[in-house]
């Protein structure tokens, strides 16, 4: 009795071979790349696989996991520094949102890098 269900499970009614079904698990729009962006200040992104500080002064990183529409609180920020002379420059971090401490953030000064493995 067990074989049969077996049987009807692997094959169609006719005895005919089921085609396997798969789910597509393709990629789609931006996500099937490598990408970048470059996020708002105080705004809770998702985390980056690293971050390009394109500008000189003094940043702070947040990392904590925040609720869409959240902003991140003071206290939640890490301090990180960067000289003229090193801009642009790559931190290997992951933070969920950033803010210029020693003046005014714009939209630029930092980019979060996406690397899609393969």
Request: with cysteine; charged share 15%; proline share 8%.
């Amino acid at each position: 009795m067990s074989d049969n269900l077996n049987n009807v499970q692997m094959y169609g009614p006719s005895g005919s071979v089921k085609p396997q079904q798969f789910p597509n698990r393709t990629a789609t729009g931006v996500h099937r790349f490598s990408h970048a962006v470059c996020p708002a200040v105080k705004t809770p992104t998702k985390r980056p696989t690293y971050v390009m500080i394109n500008n000189s002064g003094s940043y702070t990183f947040s990392y904590e996991d925040w609720n869409p529409g959240d902003t991140p609180t003071v206290s939640s920020y890490i301090t990180a520094s960067v000289s003229e002379a090193d801009s642009p420059y790559r931190l290997d971090i992951s933070p969920s949102a950033w803010d210029k401490a020693d003046s005014a953030g714009a939209v630029g000064n930092v980019t979060f890098v996406y690397v899609r493995v393969r």
